[in-house]
């Protein structure tokens, strides 16, 4: 499809274990978003791509957080030693450049049991 | 720190009704700002936005934004409300200084009652 694709949709999983997360953007969009919505919250900025230029950090929660954008496209989001706290939606967006309008994804409900 | 406001985390309204849902932010620097809306079950979806130019911003569904940078506010109305508006509106902002970085408000549910 031509929109922001996310996988798994659900991930459930044990505390301590690490979960990977990942996000296809549109095709030719540079600036590429991690958005975290936990329940009744509003989207929390986690990371921030735009093209080859060093990502912006700033919203990691913290060192067990991480994120990684090969070749300009696809996105990981890799969470090392779960806690409970980190249940939540993750949401994706991407969009053509910085300040533009962003095309969210349908979002990784991951639950930590 | 830059933040975004939204006070009323839900508003009930009857279809026809007038609704206002409230938008407040930080800084009176140069912003970028965006309505979007999360239909249930749905991702978010841009509704409306102002990047320059005029301060009243529509949509192709009735709904409208005006930016008003004295009192540092993007409130979005609508003068009649349906039943298909029933949704969770998010108000976003990027400020001078890092347009890269989005501030989300922390949305507001509306509930429009036939």
């Known amino acids: 499809g031509a929109g922001v694709s996310q996988s798994p949709s659900n991930k459930v999983t044990e505390k301590g274990k690490d979960v990977e997360l990942r996000c296809d953007p549109i095709?030719?969009?540079?600036?590429l978003y991690w958005y975290r919505q936990s329940l009744g919250q509003g989207l929390e900025f986690l990371i921030y791509?735009?093209?080859?230029?060093?990502?912006?950090k700033s919203g990691l929660p913290s060192d067990r957080f991480s994120a990684e954008r090969t070749g300009g496209s696809v996105s990981t989001l890799t969470i090392q030693r779960t806690q409970q706290e980190d249940s939540a939606v993750y949401l994706c967006a991407s969009s053509t450049w910085a300040f533009q309008p962003q095309h969210f994804g349908d979002g990784t409900r991951l639950s930590i049991l | 720190a830059q933040s975004v406001t939204q006070l009323d985390s839900q508003v009930p309204v009857f279809e026809e009704a007038p609704v206002e849902l409230r938008c407040n932010y930080s800084s009176s620097v140069s912003v970028y700002l965006f309505w979007y809306v999360q239909y249930p079950n749905q991702g978010l979806q841009l509704l409306l936005k102002y990047l320059s130019g005029s301060t009243l911003v529509e949509s192709i569904n009735g709904f409208e934004a005006e930016f008003n940078k004295s009192q540092t506010s993007f409130h979005l109305r609508k003068p009649s409300v349906h039943i298909s508006d029933t949704a969770e509106y998010f108000c976003?902002?990027?400020?001078?200084?890092?347009?890269?970085?989005?501030?989300f408000g922390s949305g507001t549910k509306l509930n429009v009652k036939p």
């Open positions: 791509f735009q093209g080859n230029s060093a990502p912006d």
């Open positions: 976003a902002v990027s400020f001078l200084y890092n347009f890269n970085k989005f501030y």
């Open positions: 095709s030719g969009h540079t600036a």
